[in-house]
């Protein structure tokens, strides 16, 4: 039981780290309104990008800043796991 825990925190954590590892560029992507620069059609699908990884991964931050978070990380994945419950075989 421990070593699924463990598993399952470690696949996470990997997962955390890919996502926040892909997210860096946004901060000055932002910036450039504030250094009146204008952002171009590129900037804008970048930033949609980034948006939408920080979205997927808000709460994992959430459950992070409470106390005990690591400690809720498995039961977090579990909740969040879409496939649970909703696999439908399709036979023809």
Known sequence: ???????LVDRERKYLVSEMSQIRGLMPLLMKPR???KWTAED???LAL???RLKQVSPYIAVMVLPGGLAMLPALAWWLDRRRGRR????E
């Open 88 to 91: 439908v075989i399709a036979t």
């Open 35 to 37: 250094n009146k620069q």
């Open 44 to 46: 804008r699908r970048e």
């Open 1 to 7: 039981m421990l070593k699924k825990f463990l598993i």
């Open 50 to 52: 980034h948006l939408r």
